[in-house]
């Protein structure tokens, strides 16, 4: 079976400092491991995935996110926060032959001035 | 950039009463599938749908679901009879094969909300 926590429901930065957003995952087999993103009122749009290559994966705005499987963690990252950032953020991860998603419970960030 | 699209954006019924979610996956896509997120909950896994026929379904897929490619373009997820529970965002996939480093994409949701 495979699981993701998600610790934070919320998480509030400021514009301009670092974002660490955290996820942990449990899979009997190698995972592969995505971030989503969500904005209001819009779909869940890729920012990065982890797929056995390198373990540290650069995504679209200036995320990335370190593999540890030491840690069983892919956390997200990103150096400086912006407005436009603010939204809804998965952490998902698929295993083994399985093609389904399963996904954390989100963590909203909110980007203050 | 091509996109997942649904239809209806909301979609509000009475209990017990058949509803009809439709999407558009990715034209060269060849896997499909549904999830639901209710209000406050995480994204949980319906479906996967895979030349025309389901490839894995959750538990929450129970008989009262049902799901069709009716045409060459349309992916509809069919509730025959809505309970209260059954209220919350369904969400469309499409993956273009199964591979490690392929991606799932997302439509933007049918919000659902059955009174």
């Known amino acids: 079976a495979q699981s993701v926590t998600q610790l934070g429901s919320h998480v509030s930065v400021s514009e301009g400092a670092l974002v660490l957003l955290r996820c942990n995952y449990s899979s009997s087999v190698p995972p592969y491991l995505f971030w989503y993103v969500q904005y209001p009122n819009q779909g869940l749009q890729l920012l990065l995935k982890y797929t056995s290559a390198a373990t540290l994966v650069k995504g679209i705005n200036g995320f990335e996110a370190e593999f540890k499987k030491s840690e069983t963690s892919f956390h997200l990252t990103k150096p400086s926060a912006h407005m436009s950032d603010a939204a809804e953020y998965f952490c998902?991860?698929?295993?083994?032959?399985?093609?389904?998603?399963?996904f954390g419970t989100g963590t909203r960030l909110q980007v203050t001035l | 950039e091509p996109e997942v699209t649904q239809t209806p954006s909301h979609q509000v019924t009475q209990m017990g009463q058949e509803v009809i979610l439709r999407c558009v996956p990715i034209?060269?896509?060849?896997?499909f599938y549904w999830y639901r997120q209710i209000l406050g909950q995480k994204v949980e896994f319906l479906v996967s749908?895979?030349?025309?026929?389901?490839?894995?379904k959750s538990e929450i897929f129970d008989d009262q679901f049902s799901v069709e490619r009716p045409d060459g373009s349309n992916f509809t997820l069919k509730i025959r009879s809505t309970k209260l529970e059954d209220s919350a965002m369904y969400f469309c996939?499409?993956?273009?094969?199964?591979?490690?480093?392929?991606?799932?994409?997302f439509g933007p949701g049918t919000r659902l909300t059955v009174l």
């Open positions: 998902a991860v698929r295993s083994g032959t399985a093609s389904k998603l399963t």
């Open positions: 996939a499409s993956m273009v094969d199964r591979g490690s480093t392929d991606t799932q994409y």
């Open positions: 749908f895979y030349n025309n026929e389901i490839s894995e």
């Open positions: 034209s060269n896509h060849l896997y």
